[in-house]
Each structure stands twice: as C-alpha cells, then as structure tokens.
C-alpha cells in the first residue's frame, strides 16, 4: 500500500474519532457541537470557501450532517465505519 493512501486512511479514520468524540460528550463538547453543526451566526468572508472539516466526511463516507451526527453518538456505528476504512470497504 503507497504511502498517500496509508495517510488518507489515517486522516479519515482520525477525523470520524474526533467526530464521534465530539459528539457523545455532550456538556463537555457544546461550543464545538454548535460550530460542527452550524448554529453560529456570522458573516461570510469574501471569496472562494475553503472545503469544510465536515464534507470531507460527508464526501467520503456519502452520508448527510445528519446521518453522520447521528453515527457519531452510536459508538457501534462509529466504530463500524472506522472498522470499514481499516478494511478497505468504506472510501
């Protein structure tokens, strides 16, 4: 296996950690749940958007932010999809 491939199957195992992380704890996690889920009002910047933290996993995995909340609070299922990159079988 190339070395380009070993690291994007690192970074996206890392990041859906993060996110299922993230997501169980509750009361320890609110600011950043907020931030991931888009609540917090403010003004665009100018020009071209940088890809967000949150549509890589949505690309990768094919899933919505929803379906991947919800994954993400289900230990199980996160540890499922981490077990699927691992695998080879997820993207």
Not at 33 to 40: D, R, S, V
Not at 51 to 71: D, G, H
Request: aromatic share 6%; proline share 1%.
């Amino acid at each position: 296996m190339g070395k380009e491939k070993e690291l994007m199957i690192t970074v996206k195992c890392r990041k859906l950690q993060y996110l299922g992380h993230i997501m169980r704890n509750k009361s320890r996690y609110e600011l950043l749940q907020c931030i991931l889920q888009g609540k917090i009002d403010s003004k665009r910047s100018p020009g071209r958007r940088r890809t967000s933290w949150l549509a890589n996993l949505r690309t990768w995995f094919e899933k919505s932010s929803v379906e991947l909340f919800r994954s993400a609070t289900n230990i199980t299922r996160i540890s499922m999809m981490i077990a699927n990159i691992r695998n080879g079988s997820a993207h």
